[in-house]
C-alpha cells in the first residue's frame, strides 16, 4: 500500500466537505447530497483498485 492513497483520499475528503458546506450555506442541500455521494463512490472506486491489485498480488505470488 501507497502513503499516496490515503493522502489522496484525504483530499477527496477536504474537497467534498467544503462543497458540502458551501453548497449547504447556499440553501442547495440537494446537490450537497449529491457531492457526498459522488466523492464517496470515486473513494471507493479508489480503494476497490488497491484490493484489485492485491488479489492480483496474491494470485502471482501463489501461482506455481
Aim: proline share 0%; charged share 15%.
Amino acid at each position: 500500500m501507497n502513503i499516496d492513497l490515503i493522502f489522496r483520499i484525504a483530499a477527496v475528503g477536504i474537497l467534498i466537505s467544503i462543497l458540502n458546506a458551501i453548497l449547504k450555506q447556499t440553501g442547495r442541500e440537494e446537490l450537497a447530497m449529491l457531492t457526498t455521494l459522488t466523492g464517496l463512490v470515486l473513494v471507493l472506486v479508489m480503494v476497490a483498485r488497491e484490493i484489485v491489485n492485491l488479489f492480483n498480488l496474491i494470485k502471482t505470488m501463489f501461482q506455481f
